[in-house]
């Protein structure tokens, strides 16, 4: 589904990401993993193909990101740590507005709008302006837009920050009814506790290099992925 090979991006002389080669197949939740800084964000930037990188390449379902942007990109979902979205729309125009980017037929994006914003119990708010939703009411309607088009791959910047503990873990089951139905998703999370219980596999990134990734138990072993974290950190 994704295979990121020798991911080398520079800035200057810094490194931000250094030689990293992550595969990831259907069916997996795929949790990335590190400090603040460490390259997660500019990783999951150049996987979905709005950021350029020095080295290396990234496929998505066998083609180049760089070569075929176009078809990578209707294939994902991408939902950033601080969603931008366009706040002089209401949700509903926002909605059919990513649906139409991806030619999501009338009945089927109605179909799916209704499904999750009553999940997220935002559709009474679709009618309003965006500029009046809190963070929280942000970040679920973008997870509503990601979820439009039925990517196979969905990526995803720290997706529960802002996020109530209802919507967090509706969120979550979503994320593995995805999986289970022959998709993938590749997060970032500081939250190791929901990546320890949710998670397929794990990779955990410092400064830019991977230290460590496989499945849970193949990282973890008999101890807590938080505890391996900061011993890694530590080190």
Known sequence: MLKIEHLTKCYGEKKAVDDLSIHIQKGEIYGFIGHNGAGKTTTLKSVVGIQQFDEG????????????????????????????????????????????????????????????????????????????????????????????????????????????????????????????????????????EVAEKLCDKVAIIKQGQLIKAGTMEEVKGDHSLEDVFLEMEAE
């Open 57 to 192: 390449t990234i496929t998505v379902c066998g083609e180049s990101i760089v070569d075929a942007p176009l078809s990578c990109k209707k294939k994902i979902a991408y939902i950033p740590d601080n969603p931008d979205l366009y706040e002089f729309m209401s949700g509903i125009k926002y909605l059919n507005f990513v649906a139409d980017i991806f030619a999501v037929p009338r009945k089927e994006r109605e179909e799916r709008i209704k499904k999750y914003a009553d999940l997220f119990e935002i559709t009474g708010d679709l009618a309003q302006p965006i500029s009046a939703y809190s963070h929280g009411m942000k970040q679920k309607l973008a997870i509503v837009s990601a979820w439009l088009h039925a990517p196979e791959l969905i990526i995803m910047d720290e997706p529960f920050v802002g996020l109530d503990p209802k919507a967090a873990h509706l969120l979550k089951e979503m994320m593995r009814e995805h999986c289970d139905n022959g998709g993938a998703i590749f997060f970032s999370t500081h939250v190791l």
